[in-house]
C-alpha cells in the first residue's frame, strides 16, 4: 500500500470519501438505496442478530490486527445466526470512528470481515458511518431459516442430551498467551499458534447445520435447544436451562479441553478457562439421545455428549469419578458487562 494513503486520516477523506472506499467491499448491485434488498428462499424466515463491538473492550491493538478485529466481528455475528439454525445472507456494518484514525486501519477491518464472510458466500450489503471518540462496530447480521428447523434456548426437555460441538477454553487462552507471553514456555510453537488462532480467527460453526439436518428426517418437527457458547460454556447451558425451565447435569471428563492444556495449565485453571473463558464460538445443542449420539460421530474430533438435562433449575459439574465434589454452576463468574 503506498506509504501516503496508508497515513490518511478519516477526518482527511471524510464520510463521503470513506464511503466509497468501503464500497468496493460490497456487491455492486447492493449500493445506492436506502437499504439493502435480500432475496430469502419460499417458505423460509428470516432471523436477524445484532452485535456490538468497542475498542478496548471487545478489541485491542494489543492483541488483536485490524485484520483480525474485523475476522472476529463478522465470526461473533454469524456464529449468531448458527446458533438458530439460519444459513447467512448477509451483514450490515455500522462504524463510530475518530477523525484521527487511519484510513487504512479501516480498510484493512474491512479485510477481514470480508475474508471471513467469504468461506460462507455471504457479504456486506450496507451500513453506516459516523463520527465517535472510540472506534465501534455495530454489526447487524440477516440469515434464513426453514421454520421447522429453528434452534431456540427454550426447546430443551428432561432427558435432552447436551451436544457441544468443539474444544473449550482455547479462545481465552490465546488471549493469555498474547497478554502474557512468558505462559509460553512450556509450549512448542505450533501449539501457541494454534491457540492464538483460536482466538484471532474463531471459526463460527455453520458447518454444524448441514450435518444436522442430514441426520434428521426431512420434514422433522423434532425441537432442538441451543445457542452458541461466545460467552462460555457454563453460561451457554445456564441460558439454555432458564428459558426452557430444566436443569441440567454436565460431566467434567466430557468437556473437550485443547491437548495443550496438559502442557501449562492445572486441571481447575484449564476448567476454568472452558466453562467461563469465553469467545469459542462453538454450539450447544439439546437433542434426544440417540441424535446426539449420531450426531457426536459426524462431527467426529473434539465433540462431545457433556452432559443432560434433568428436572429441576439446577445446573451441576459433576465428576464421575469422585474426585471433585458436585459444583453448582452460576453466572457470577463469566464476562459481565458493566459488572467489571
Keep these: 500500500m503506498n506509504s501516503d494513503l496508508s497515513s490518511q486520516q478519516v477526518k482527511d477523506i471524510g464520510e463521503q470519501g470513506l464511503l466509497e472506499r468501503l464500497q468496493r467491499f460490497c456487491p455492486p448491485e447492493m449500493i445506492g438505496d436506502d437499504a439493502a434488498v435480500l432475496e430469502t428462499a419460499p417458505g423460509q424466515s428470516l432471523v436477524v442478530t445484532t452485535d456490538v463491538l468497542v475498542d478496548g473492550v471487545h478489541f485491542s491493538n494489543l492483541t488483536t490486527s485490524p485484520e483480525d478485529a474485523g475476522w472476529r466481528a463478522a465470526a461473533a455475528n454469524l456464529s449468531d445466526l448458527a446458533a438458530m439454525g439460519a444459513s447467512p445472507l448477509g451483514i450490515t456494518v455500522g462504524l463510530g470512528l475518530p477523525g484521527e484514525l487511519r484510513v487504512s486501519w479501516v480498510e484493512r477491518l474491512y479485510q477481514g470481515m470480508t475474508e471471513c464472510l467469504q468461506k460462507y458466500n455471504t457479504s456486506i450489503v450496507g451500513g453506516d458511518v459516523v ?44 488471549l493469555e498467551l498474547l497478554l502474557h507471553p512468558e505462559l509460553e514456555q512450556n509450549l512448542k510453537d505450533a501449539e501457541r499458534t494454534a491457540l492464538i ?20 428426517t426431512p420434514n422433522s418437527q423434532l425441537p432442538i435447544a441451543g445457542m452458541d457458547s461466545s460467552d462460555g460454556l457454563a453460561d451457554a447451558i445456564i441460558q439454555i436451562c432458564r428459558a426452557s ?32 473463558g469465553g469467545e469459542d464460538f462453538e454450539l450447544v445443542l439439546c437433542l434426544p439421545q440417540e441424535l446426539a449420539s449420531t450426531l457426536v460421530q459426524h462431527l467426529g474430533q473434539g465433540a462431545a455428549i457433556a452432559g443432560r438435562i434433568t428436572a429441576g433449575s439446577t445446573v451441576i459439574l459433576h465428576d464421575e469419578q469422585k474426585k471433585f465434589p458436585d459444583q453448582v454452576l452460576n453466572l457470577s463468574q463469566g464476562f459481565q458487562h458493566f459488572s467489571q
Design 197 to 216: 488462532h483460536a482466538h484471532q480467527r474463531p471459526q463460527p460453526r455453520l458447518d454444524v447445520l448441514p450435518i444436522l439436518w442430514k441426520i434428521l
Design 245 to 276: 425451565g430444566v436443569g441440567a447435569v454436565l460431566e467434567r471428563r466430557q468437556i473437550s479441553l485443547p491437548a495443550a492444556f496438559d502442557l501449562w495449565l492445572t486441571p481447575e485453571q484449564a476448567l476454568e478457562y472452558a466453562l467461563y
Design 131 to 174: 463520527r465517535s471518540p472510540v472506534t465501534t462496530l455495530a454489526i447487524t447480521a440477516f440469515g434464513q431459516v426453514y421454520p421447522h428447523r429453528i434452534i431456540r434456548r427454550s426447546a430443551a426437555v428432561v432427558g435432552d442430551a447436551i451436544v457441544v460441538t468443539g474444544v473449550h477454553g482455547a479462545s481465552h487462552a490465546g
